[in-house]
């Protein structure tokens, strides 16, 4: 009796919880909509019924760009005008680098972070460039620092206009939210083809595609940092009798100083990311020597020019954030330092000239191509296949192929679409709200109506092994972080280079590896995404607040039941959050395994821009946003993406 008595209010209370109750509703409506589902659409393929073909259109357009551009007033006098401005400024740069040399460059780069991080930094910063020079990149590193300096100069410019309007009116807000959603997660690949379509292929497109893709960071942080601005202070300014636009340029964006540095940090990071990718359309540089060796498969090539763009992510993203954390920390004395230091750089560069050291001696330069191609031969020969009892790396490849991928695929393939979008619906609900379940349930059905369902589903597939491999390894190696402070210093040089190295020095050995296919895209989209799955984990595991340990503790709780009871439901949040950004990066690389045989629609993305095919490669990338922001909307809580800005 006393047993019945307690479950009565027990189970009440279970039905006044909100999870609970869309259960209860999820069940209700899957009882009445899959029988008529089923009996409308038996077939699981998308019905062509439902299906727009695109392709007469977009080929019409195509074909209208490629008989104007050199005759149409939109292109002489529009376009044309923003083309020689771009070609000019990066031209500009690039000829003051080289005016600086060699000595001037490195000496600016390391008074500059001296002044804003210290010592150390300022030794790695010259370290960093030297290293640039000895490995014989020093031209091409001078013309991936012109790209990015007016890159980011454009990229910050855009950002802060978008931001500024966002972070002061919320009808811009809520109009620009999903134009930023698609300009991060459109891959680069899709929107390359219309830019080169409109400026040819060079300098100018490269730029331009480099400012859709690393302008959303600054838009969105902007925007947050001027929304949370201390609404005391403001009040303060406002019982002065300001202006809006003093208030503006007085209180808000001085409050948002931190939250702009982070934007400009993280814009930085992602130009640095597409100097790679904008050399498949002309952009001389670091990217090019990558992109030839990946063409030509010389893996010592590529990690020659992979390496400084590691080195200038590390120094850039290192003086970035430093720049952030010393805010409000400016001494009366800074501005007389700065002058010294200018002044130092100056007399460098100067004496550069005068002794006419302007080039890096080829002397003093190191081939690391050939040692590291022989390493790579004798991987391949003795780790591709034939290793006793484990099998080689292409058998473990067939093995994830047959017994992983394919039925995943086979799975996916042979559910009824309406069965899938119904899923998807019941996830978006269940994790946020019913705006959320619409927005996933309409960029699913986007896919089928556009026609690239079943290579949808491949690309999901891959998606979803590479997120649970990445997962399983990043949670374990993250805990392992945050219980031991030794192994997070040994581990975070690590992750540096594996998050800052570009994208397609990853395919190199991969394919060295494990040969040509999907299992080579999953396994490279694996490494890419784990460093960020073990950061935020770790990080999330660290902010647990200590009595709560220290209660638990009290209690004889051994470590394991610590994590398991108190650590990893407290880090919930960080661990959603690590989720999701495992499954964007994941699908970013997924996309470029394309080129290595991972087909689908990433293949169709990058068949379309070596084709020149707008209609195959457009409609391929809009199928990957929509498949993006279905998986963001899925795997994101409401709460936590409208905290965050995202």
Not at 327 to 335: D, F
Request: net charge positive.
């Amino acid at each position: 009796m006393a047993t019945l008595t307690a479950s009565v209010p027990l189970s009440g209370g279970l039905l006044k919880r909100r999870s609970v109750q869309k259960l209860l509703l999820l069940a209700l409506a899957a009882a009445v909509l899959i029988p008529l589902a089923n009996a409308q659409w038996a077939s699981g393929s998308w019905p062509d019924a439902l299906t727009v073909d695109l392709s007469k259109p977009l080929t019409g357009a195509s074909d209208w760009i490629i008989d104007n551009r050199d005759s149409h007033p939109l292109f002489l006098y529009g376009f044309g005008y923003v083309s020689n401005a771009v070609v000019v400024s990066v031209r500009a740069v690039y000829l003051v680098l080289l005016a600086a040399g060699w000595a001037g460059v490195t000496a600016i780069g390391a008074l500059v972070a001296w002044r804003v991080a210290g010592v150390r930094l300022a030794l790695g910063t010259g370290a960093a460039f030297l290293a640039c020079g000895l490995l014989g990149m020093w031209v091409p590193t001078m013309q991936t620092l012109a790209l990015m300096v007016v890159a980011v100069l454009a990229s910050v410019l855009v950002g802060v206009l978008l931001g500024l309007a966002a972070g002061l009116s919320d009808r811009m807000d809520r109009a620009l939210r999903p134009v930023l959603d698609t300009m991060q997660v459109l891959p680069a690949y899709a929107y390359l083809l219309p830019v080169v379509l409109v400026f040819g292929m060079g300098v100018p497109a490269a730029v331009l595609a480099t400012v859709v893709y690393a302008a959303p960071p600054m838009a969105r942080l902007t925007a947050l940092g001027l929304r949370g601005a201390d609404k005391e202070v403001l009040e303060a300014v406002d019982s002065l009798g300001a202006t809006a636009r003093q208030r503006l340029l007085t209180a808000r964006v001085p409050l948002a100083r931190k939250e702009l540095l982070l934007g400009l940090n993280q814009t930085i990071m992602m130009a640095l990311s597409m100097a790679v990718i904008a050399s498949v359309i002309g952009a001389a540089g670091l990217g090019d020597r990558v992109y030839q060796a990946l063409a030509s498969v010389d893996v010592g090539a590529a990690l020659a020019a992979g390496i400084p763009i590691v080195l200038l992510a590390v120094v850039l993203d290192r003086v970035t954030g430093a720049a952030g954390e010393n805010v409000g920390e400016e001494h009366g004395n800074t501005r007389r330092l700065w002058l010294y230091a200018a002044l130092a750089a100056v007399a460098v560069a100067v004496a550069g000239r005068l002794a006419g050291r302007l080039d890096w001696p080829d002397a003093w330069t190191m081939n690391i191509a050939e040692p590291v191609n022989r390493a790579v031969d004798w991987m391949t020969a003795h780790l591709y296949s034939g290793v006793p009892y484990i099998g080689g790396t292409a058998d473990w490849a067939g093995h994830f192929t047959t017994w992983v991928l394919n039925p995943v695929r086979s799975g996916l393939q042979w559910l009824p679409w309406w069965s899938l979008l119904l899923l998807v619906a019941a996830l978006a609900w269940l994790i946020g709200t019913w705006r959320t379940a619409l927005t996933a349930v309409l960029a699913m059905a986007a896919i089928g109506v556009l026609g690239v369902w079943t290579p949808a589903l491949d690309t999901l597939s891959q998606v979803l092994a590479a997120v649970a491999v990445t997962l399983v390894l990043g949670f374990a190696t993250g805990i392992a972080a945050a219980r031991s402070d030794r192994f997070e210093r040994l581990l975070r040089p690590v992750l540096d280079v594996f998050q800052t190295m570009p994208q397609f020095v990853y395919l190199i050995p991969v394919v060295a590896l494990f040969g040509v296919g999907r299992a080579p895209a999953v396994a490279a989209a694996v490494v890419y995404a784990l460093p960020a799955v073990v950061r935020i984990t770790t990080q999330g595991l660290r902010q647990v607040d200590p009595a709560a340990l220290e209660s638990a503790r009290s209690l004889g709780a051994t470590p394991a039941q610590q994590l398991r009871q108190v650590q990893l439901p407290l880090a919930r949040p960080a661990l959603l959050l690590a989720v999701n950004q495992g499954v964007v990066l994941v699908l970013a690389v997924v996309i470029i395994g394309g080129l290595v045989g991972g087909g689908a629609l990433g293949y169709d993305a990058v068949f379309g821009l070596a084709q020149g095919d707008l209609a195959t490669g457009l409609v391929a990338g809009v199928g990957i946003v929509c498949l993006g922001l279905m998986l963001d909307r899925v795997t994101q809580p409401t709460e936590r993406r409208t905290k965050s800005g995202m």
